[in-house]
Structure formats: structure tokens, C-alpha cells
């Protein structure tokens, strides 16, 4: 699935369209795959890894916070 951006860094460049089916609602990254060396590409791997930590990390801490204040909700209750 190509797609093109509004972006003038990509305009007229193939790109391909990253997504992780983890995070449907997410934001999806767009990157000139096509027109990246080998090296370019495994660096662009690691920081794809790295950018779902940092997506995955949130997602925890948001939950995490929604718990905490669920449960301080119900000790006030009592």
C-alpha cells in the first residue's frame, strides 16, 4: 500500500505506510521507505522499535492512571 504526502520532503516519492495492528487508533508514521540504503533501513527499524516502546509506555500509564483514579473513587465513596 503506497500512499503519497502533502509533505514537499516526500511529494512525488513512493511511500509506504507503517502500521502496527497493536494500535489501530494511533497516529500512522508515513517514511520514504523506498528511497532508503540498507543501513538507512535498519536504523529506521530501531527507531520504529523505539517508537512503540514510547507509544506501547504511554498506553500503560494512561491505564495505569485510570486505574489509580478508579480506585481512589471508590475508597471516597465507602
Known sequence: NFIKTGDPNTDGVKTTLLKWPKYDNEKHYVFKVDTFSTVEKYELLERLDALEQIIFDRK???????????LEKSFHEE
Open 60 to 70: 500503560l500509564k494512561e491505564s495505569e492512571s485510570k486505574t489509580q483514579e478508579e
